[in-house]
Antibody, heavy 122, light 108 residues
C-alpha cells in the first residue's frame, strides 16, 4: 500500500522560503518510471501542478514558478523536499504531494497525500 | 500550448448520464487523467489512459478521447458523485504537466 504525507510549516511570512517534506512508503523512488510530484490548491480554486522529480533525478517545474522552486529526493529516507522562495499571500494554498507514474502517452498521480494548508501572512 | 479547458460547472439529474469535457492541444498526443475531488478531501484518480479505472472506481465512470478533447462520462450518476472533477495531462512538449480548471458536478 502506497502512502504519502506532507509536512512543514502552516504559516510563513511574506518573502520567506517555504520548505515542505513529502514522506512516503510503499514504493521506491529508485524504481524506473516512478516519480513524486507536488500540486497546490488555493482555497476555493483549482489544482495547480508545481513540480515533479523522477526516479533518475530528472526534475520538471511549472514554467510560471520555476525560478522559485527546488525539488530534491532522499531515496534512503523515502522523502522528497520542495522549497519555494519569496512566498507571497497569493501562495496560500493546500499543498499536496503524490506518487506519479508515467509511460508513453499516459501518466497519473495516485495516490495523493492528505495535503497541508500553508498560509502566507505577516 | 499548456492549457486544458473545462466547463466550470455541470449538473445532472440523479440516475442520468453526464459528460465532462477537457479540451487542449496536448490531448491530441497524450491521454488525460481524471481526478475526483470531494469537499475537504484530496483528489482521487478515477480514469487514466485510454479508458482505465483503478480498482474501487465504479464502472459507471468511463473515459474517451477524440482529437483535442477528452471526456469523462458518468452513466447513471449517483448522489455521491457530486464533486469537482479535474483533467490532467502532459503539455504539448510532453515534458511538463498541466491541470484543467476543474468542473463542479452537481447531482440534482
Amino acid at each position: 500500500q502506497i502512502t504519502l504525507k506532507e509536512s512543514g510549516p502552516t504559516l510563513v511570512k511574506p518573502t520567506q522560503t517555504l520548505t515542505l517534506t513529502c514522506s512516503f512508503s510503499g514504493f521506491s523512488l529508485s524504481t524506473s518510471g516512478v516519480g513524486v510530484g507536488w500540486v497546490r490548491q488555493p482555497p476555493g480554486k483549482a489544482l495547480e501542478w508545481l513540480a515533479l522529480i523522477y526516479w533518475d533525478d530528472d526534475k520538471r517545474f511549472s514554467p510560471s514558478l520555476q525560478s522559485r522552486l527546488t525539488i530534491t529526493k532522499d531515496t534512503s529516507k523515502n522523502q522528497v523536499v520542495l522549497t519555494m522562495t519569496n512566498m507571497d499571500p497569493v501562495d496560500t494554498a493546500t499543498y499536496y504531494c503524490a506518487h506519479h507514474y508515467g509511460s508513453g502517452s499516459f501518466h497519473w498521480f495516485d495516490p495523493w497525500g492528505q495535503g497541508t494548508l500553508v498560509t502566507v501572512s505577516s | 500550448s499548456s492549457e486544458l479547458t473545462q466547463d466550470p460547472a455541470v449538473s445532472v439529474a440523479l440516475g442520468q448520464t453526464v459528460r465532462i469535457t477537457c479540451q487542449g492541444d496536448s490531448l491530441r498526443s497524450y491521454y488525460a487523467t481524471w481526478y475526483q475531488q470531494k469537499a475537504g478531501q484530496a483528489p482521487v484518480i478515477v480514469i487514466y489512459g485510454k479508458n482505465n479505472r483503478p480498482s474501487g472506481i465504479p464502472d459507471r465512470f468511463s473515459g474517451s478521447s477524440s482529437r483535442n478533447t477528452a471526456s469523462l462520462t458518468i452513466t447513471g450518476a449517483q448522489a455521491e458523485d457530486e464533486a469537482d472533477y479535474y483533467c490532467n495531462s502532459r503539455d504539448t512538449s510532453g515534458k511538463l504537466l498541466v491541470f484543467g480548471g476543474g468542473t463542479k458536478l452537481t447531482v440534482l
